[in-house]
């Protein structure tokens, strides 16, 4: 990951974090307790970012974290009639990229 993007706290999503990282794409995490990082600061897979937690809309129930991955530059030929079918475009599938980096992982 390059960078911590943006951090900031929200009534519905609470305190969230998005870090930068390769191939332009957007780690957005959600509902933490606290943040760690700040504005600009580099980051990588050891670094601790946050702590899960129940803030925004989550308040009171079991702590938990949202996680996605968004790519910068659109994937227009995702798109699809569905209902939110435009958002294919930019919301990519974290199963598939964290799969990835265990099997590289897992190699070393």
Same mark, same amino acid.
């Given at each position: 990951?390059?960078?911590?993007?943006?951090?900031?706290?929200? /009534?519905?999503?609470?305190?969230?974090?998005?870090? !930068?990282?390769?191939? &332009?794409? !957007?780690? %957005? %995490? @959600?509902?933490? =307790? #606290?943040?760690?990082?700040?504005? !600009?600061?580099?980051?990588?897979? /050891?670094?601790?970012?946050?702590?899960?937690?129940? @803030?925004?809309?989550?308040?009171?129930?079991?702590?938990?974290?949202?996680? @996605?991955? =968004?790519?910068?530059?659109?994937?227009? &030929?995702?798109?699809? #009639? @569905?209902? /939110?079918? &435009?958002?294919?475009?930019?919301? !990519?599938?974290?199963?598939?990229?964290?799969?990835?980096?265990?099997?590289?992982?897992?190699?070393?």
């Amino acid at each position: 990951m390059v960078s911590c993007y943006f951090r900031a706290k929200f /009534q519905l999503v609470g305190k969230i974090i998005f870090i !930068l990282g390769p191939k &332009w794409r !957007l780690h %957005y %995490y @959600s509902h933490l =307790e #606290k943040t760690t990082v700040h504005i !600009l600061n580099f980051v990588n897979h /050891q670094t601790m970012i946050g702590t899960v937690g129940d @803030s925004g809309n989550a308040s009171g129930k079991s702590p938990h974290l949202h996680y @996605s991955i =968004e790519t910068i530059i659109p994937y227009f &030929w995702r798109i699809d #009639k @569905s209902r /939110q079918g &435009w958002r294919k475009m930019t919301f !990519l599938d974290p199963t598939v990229y964290l799969n990835e980096y265990f099997s590289r992982k897992s190699k070393n």
